[in-house]
């Protein structure tokens, strides 16, 4: 018989939740983050798997290669199995997770000076890819900005038509002294002046 590869894998299902999708992959960012391996999403476009939907569906990145899937269970997959409620998915290849802690854990140095972490609500069009967000927040002042984890996706009362409303966990620190407040805040600043110059974002209060 063929050689099957073992996942660590997990799923959520909770009445009334709309983004499964963003509570699986924050279940995922943690164990990658808890391993120290480093990794990054990517929207899996083409060919994905039947049972998944295709609209929710995201490739786990490390070193270069596939080594996981973040995704919801396709609609028709989900009502064919009598099931009443969104189903967030994760896996992980673990074979590949192993190694990857086993490469990484030789060394990472503890950080010399404390993090300011900062929530940051933005409104964007409803196609907007939150990757994308993402992508930018890290290349604004790359020294400082350390980390982003977006934790609330909302679309509803009090968001206009047309917008969705991402919010962002943003880790500020330096490797070269004790970051103060403001200078936290004066990074956040052009984060925003950014991300509306390409995305139209606007801060959501």
């Known amino acids: 018989m063929p050689r099957q590869n073992e996942s660590l894998a997990g799923m959520i299902l909770e009445k009334n939740d709309n983004e499964?999708?963003?509570?699986?992959?924050?279940?995922?960012?943690?164990?990658?983050?808890?391993?120290?391996?480093?990794?990054?999403?990517?929207?899996?476009?083409?060919?994905?798997?039947?049972?998944?939907?295709?609209?929710?569906?995201?490739?786990?990145?490390?070193?270069?290669?596939?080594?996981?899937?973040?995704?919801?269970?396709?609609?028709?997959?989900?009502?064919?199995?009598?099931?009443r409620h969104r189903v967030g998915?994760?896996?992980i290849n673990f074979e590949e997770l192993v190694k990857l802690?086993?490469?990484?854990?030789?060394?990472?140095?503890?950080?010399?000076?404390?993090?300011?972490?900062?929530?940051?609500?933005?409104?964007?069009?409803?196609k907007t890819v939150w990757e994308d967000i993402i992508k930018n927040i890290l290349e604004t002042?790359?020294?400082?900005?350390?980390?982003?984890?977006?934790?609330?996706?909302?679309?509803g009362k009090g968001v206009e038509s047309g917008k969705k409303s991402l919010a962002f966990r943003v880790i500020y620190r330096s490797d070269e002294r004790t970051l103060k407040l403001e200078e936290a805040k004066n990074v956040e600043g052009k984060i925003i002046q950014r991300l509306a110059q390409k995305?139209?974002?606007k801060l959501r209060t």
């Open 89 to 91: 998915i994760f896996g």
């Open 141 to 155: 002042e790359s020294g400082v900005v350390q980390g982003v984890k977006l934790f609330d996706v909302y679309e």
């Open 20 to 83: 499964p999708f963003y509570e699986v992959k924050n279940v995922a960012e943690e164990i990658l983050n808890n391993l120290n391996i480093c990794y990054k999403f990517e929207a899996w476009e083409k060919d994905v798997p039947r049972w998944a939907n295709a609209a929710r569906t995201a490739k786990i990145i490390s070193d270069g290669k596939m080594i996981g899937i973040v995704t919801e269970l396709a609609p028709g997959v989900q009502q064919g199995a009598g099931v």
């Open 199 to 201: 995305f139209g974002a």
């Open 101 to 126: 802690y086993k490469d990484g854990a030789a060394y990472r140095p503890i950080p010399k000076y404390p993090a300011i972490e900062l929530d940051l609500a933005v409104l964007v069009p409803r």
